[in-house]
Nanobody
Framework: QVQLIESGGGLVQAGGSLRLSCVTSGRVLVDYSMGWFRQAPGKERELVAA????????YYGDSVRGRFSISRDNAKNAAYLQMNSLNAEDTGTYYCAARPGTPNFIYPSEWDYWGQGTQVTVSS
């Protein structure tokens, strides 16, 4: 059974940084893209960043481009989201997800595996 486990969320002041981690267990998801979605209260879940298996393809949402950076370490079955210059609009629950093939699929229904989420709260 595949499990995705996120960590690294927390409370941070506006302008600060956080680094989220996602570790996959159960089996190695070869040729899977990894993505980070977030969901704010009362809003739909949105894709903020995604990365292809060989890190030769990326997606960034308009609201985070230039501030967030996604990376992965396939030897550790891990993906990361470095978040800089955080603001209150970045507050929400962040979910790690995985899908086969390319990362440019923005709808949650297009992603196969999900973590339980980690909360990020940015105080202004």
């Amino acid at each position: 059974q595949v499990q995705l486990i996120e960590s690294g969320g927390g409370l941070v002041q506006a302008g600060g940084s956080l680094r989220l981690s996602c570790v996959t267990s159960g089996r190695v998801l070869v040729d899977y893209s990894m993505g980070w979605f977030r969901q704010a209260p009362g809003k739909e879940r949105e894709l903020v960043a995604a990365i292809a298996w060989h890190a030769d393809g990326f997606y960034y949402g308009d609201s985070v481009r230039g501030r967030f950076s996604i990376s992965r370490d396939n030897a550790k079955n891990a993906a990361y989201l470095q978040m800089n210059s955080l603001n209150a609009e970045d507050t929400g629950t962040y979910y790690c997800a995985a899908r086969p093939g390319t990362p440019n699929f923005i709808y949650p229904s297009e992603w196969d595996y999900w973590g339980q989420g980690t909360q990020v709260t940015v105080s202004s």
